[in-house]
């Protein structure tokens, strides 16, 4: 035995083992593999194992021809890929940013991301595309309102507000049809205020965090106790992780008592049911005034 050899090999030179066949229970015999190394059979390598490992073959550790060590250390030189020639990113997002500009009879353009899965539907029940769906909404919409002025004053009303998205439901553009065109304009964490104003006028959109933020001076203007602050404060961290919706009259009980538990407690904080409604109803205008 080898120092580190842990097989070994029998000769059998007189052929014995062909005195022990027995075709009906051994089978026929297998066929001899090739050698792995040499791929010869019988196999062809040299029989002497390898002086430093006693192995044949010899499994002694490649070494690196360029830095001589083992396992090599050579740096890989890996080459960046280049940014898209047309966004300028890498990973290329034209796909995901792919726009469609709509020219429509104002003249000016409109810009919505190419979204495949998005899907409309015309009053008459027939599949249109985003693009002829916004053509639409735009020849519709000065039925609701004449000018932008006007948006933002029914818009700045909970009362009005509600009765303009019911009506806007029943022409075809309800609120679900209304939230996924944030996607096509790209404007997600906005109002739906900037979703009429931008396929109406082209106004520029808002986020809803950015719009409760430019709103706080003149809030705290109009409103001059703490208290009011504190509770205006709590219904603008709702609309911006929820939306307008937080802003509806008829969220205003249970924002109430979600902040201060009853009715009674809070107008021992904000003073009388009117005064609260007030309140609720009087700051959401500065959320719109420009």
């Known amino acids: 035995m ?8 029998i000769y059998d030179f007189v052929k014995a083992h062909y005195n022990f066949a027995d075709p009906e229970w051994d089978g026929e015999p297998l066929e001899a593999e090739s050698c792995k190394v040499c791929n010869n059979q019988p196999c062809s390598c040299t029989k002497e194992p390898c002086e430093q490992c006693g192995f044949n073959p010899c499994n002694c550790p490649k070494v690196c021809a360029e830095c001589n060590l083992e396992p090599c250390e050579c740096e890989e030189e890996i080459s960046e890929p280049e940014p898209c020639s047309d966004c300028g990113m890498q990973p290329c ?53 004449k000018d932008e002025d006007q948006l933002r004053a029914i818009w700045s009303d909970p009362t009005t ?25 790209d404007a997600k964490d906005s109002d739906v ?73 809070a107008a021992s904080e904000l003073g009388p049911p009117t005064v609260i409604r007030e309140t609720f109803i009087g700051f959401q205008q500065y959320l719109y005034s420009g």
Not at 2 to 9: A, S, V
Not at 114 to 142: C, N, Q
Not at 161 to 185: N, V
Not at 237 to 258: C, H, P, Q, W
């Open 93 to 145: 997002e034209c796909a995901r940013e792919e726009k469609i500009v709509i020219e429509l009879s104002d003249g000016k353009v409109r810009q919505i991301k190419h979204v495949s899965s998005a899907m409309y539907w015309s009053p008459d029940g027939k599949p249109i595309t985003a693009k002829e769906f916004i053509e639409r909404m735009f020849d519709d919409l000065p039925r609701f309102f």
């Open 161 to 185: 507000r509600e009765k303009l998205l019911e009506d806007l439901a029943e022409a075809g553009y309800d609120d679900e049809k209304l939230e996924s065109m944030k996607d096509l304009i």
């Open 193 to 265: 205020y900037d979703v009429l104003a931008y396929v109406a006028y082209t106004t520029e959109t808002r986020t809803r965090s950015e719009r409760a933020e430019r709103a706080q001076p003149l809030i705290k203007k109009a409103f001059t106790n703490y208290k009011q602050h504190e509770f205006i404060d709590f219904i603008l961290d709702k609309y911006v992780a929820e939306g307008v919706k937080e802003l509806a009259a008829t969220k205003m009980r249970s924002l109430i008592e979600l902040k201060y538990n009853t009715i009674s407690d």
């Open 2 to 9: 080898y120092d580190g050899k842990d097989y070994f090999t």
